[in-house]
């Protein structure tokens, strides 16, 4: 069974950092992209970052380039997503998810119908 279990989240006062877990289990890890999404009360779920270690690459939004860092750890089959300078903006429930390995992934990754397995998501609230 496929399992996404995601951790991490809380409040945190702009300027500063968190760092989410996304602990994966059922498939290898090694195999399939893993991708942060996040999702605002009344907005559309965004695609944050991705990782895909066989294909060696990391893929961002650019709301989020320079601030946020996907890395993933196979022994601990997990991936993480680390999250600095915090504005209020990134206030929101973040996903991870991952989808069967694509070519061209790039072209792809923030569709969020390409991934078939979720996990059930962290708040992440910024505010003073």
């Known amino acids: 069974e496929v399992q996404l279990v995601e951790s991490g989240g809380g409040l945190v006062q702009p300027g500063g950092s968190l760092r989410l877990s996304c602990v994966v289990s059922?498939?290898?890890?090694?195999?399939?992209?893993v991708t942060w999404f996040r999702q605002a009360p009344g907005n559309e779920r965004e695609a944050v970052a991705t990782?895909?270690?066989?294909?060696?690459?990391?893929y961002y939004a650019d709301s989020v380039k320079g601030r946020f860092t996907i890395s993933g750890v196979n022994a601990e089959n997990t991936v993480y997503l680390q999250m600095n300078t915090l504005r209020p903006e990134d206030t929101a429930v973040y996903y991870c998810?991952?989808?069967?390995?694509?070519?061209?992934?790039?072209?792809?990754?923030?569709?969020?119908?390409?991934?078939?397995?979720w996990g059930q998501g962290t708040q992440v609230t910024v505010s003073s």
């Open positions: 998810a991952t989808a069967p390995r694509t070519a061209s992934w790039g072209h792809y990754w923030t569709d969020s119908s390409r991934y078939n397995y």
């Open positions: 059922g498939f290898n890890f090694w195999a399939r992209p």
């Open positions: 990782i895909s270690r066989s294909q060696g690459f990391t």
